[in-house]
């Protein structure tokens, strides 16, 4: 089967992205989150070392799926990325364009989680034959690619879900244990990705296991009541 014709994993509904630790990634994998992200974009406070990465998708590989997030990457980097780490899903995160995400999906056969913040325009005109499999709502802060705590403009949620195109949204920017069952009730999305809302104070990267847990429970009930 040719690598773009590869089905995609079911689409996940709460994630945990931003992990650069071993075992704190581990640990959030045996919390119940069904998956983890692992940010490439060397200038992020975030940023994974790839042998790191490495380890840590070999041992949870199969409980979550892994997310690769990519800042403005090469294809060639994306590619190399990929096939050490063998991804679930990439996170397109910086300004690349609909023609570049349909060659890294054609490419690697990963699924493609296109994420925007504040706009709809860079995914509203697709390549014929090509739709990312899930989109990604984040804020959208100046001279930032995402993980700054601001919440997301939830109201331009509408103008996805008008939007035939843009199916399987996911949101982020923003989110806390506190708000994340709000954030469902309004926006309803297919799923919710937190960062830095989860974190231990002071230690982007590392997730504090109480607010994961936390977080995970108030989303699944909320999704529940959805449903």
């Known amino acids: 089967?040719?690598?773009?014709?590869?089905?995609?994993?079911?689409?996940?509904?709460?994630?945990?992205?931003g992990l650069r630790d071993f075992e704190n990634a581990v640990a959030v994998a045996h919390s119940g989150a069904d998956a983890i992200g692992l940010n490439f974009f060397p200038r992020?406070?975030?940023?994974?070392?790839?042998?790191?990465?490495e380890q840590i998708a070999n041992a949870v590989r199969g409980e979550v799926q892994l997310v690769g997030l990519f800042v403005n990457a090469s294809l060639q980097e994306i590619l190399d990325i990929h096939q050490r780490i063998g991804l679930d899903w990439i996170q397109l995160h910086g300004d690349e364009s609909a023609k570049f995400a349909?060659?890294?999906?054609?490419?690697?056969?990963?699924?493609?989680l296109?994420?925007?913040?504040?706009?709809?325009?860079?995914?509203?005109?697709?390549?014929?034959?090509?739709?990312?499999?899930?989109?990604?709502l984040d804020a959208a802060v100046p001279g930032s690619y995402g993980g700054t705590g601001q919440v997301a403009d939830w109201s331009l949620a509408k103008g996805w879900q008008e939007n035939p195109q843009l199916e399987n949204l996911v949101l982020a920017g923003g989110l806390t244990p506190e708000?994340?069952?709000?954030?469902?009730?309004?926006?309803?999305?297919?799923?919710?990705?937190?960062?830095g809302g989860v974190e231990l104070s002071g230690q982007p990267g590392i997730k504090d296991l109480v607010k994961v847990g936390q977080f995970i429970a108030e989303a699944r009930k909320a999704f529940a009541s959805i449903r």
Not at 1 to 17: G, T
């Open 102 to 112: 349909q060659q890294v999906y054609s490419q690697t056969g990963a699924p493609i």
């Open 1 to 17: 089967m040719p690598a773009h014709e590869l089905p995609a994993p079911e689409m996940f509904q709460i994630k945990i992205c």
């Open 179 to 195: 708000n994340v069952a709000q954030a469902i009730a309004q926006v309803r999305p297919t799923a919710v990705d937190v960062a």
């Open 44 to 53: 992020s406070k975030r940023f994974v070392d790839t042998p790191v990465a």
């Open 114 to 136: 296109a994420a925007s913040r504040g706009t709809l325009s860079r995914w509203e005109d697709l390549p014929d034959g090509f739709r990312p499999q899930g989109f990604l």
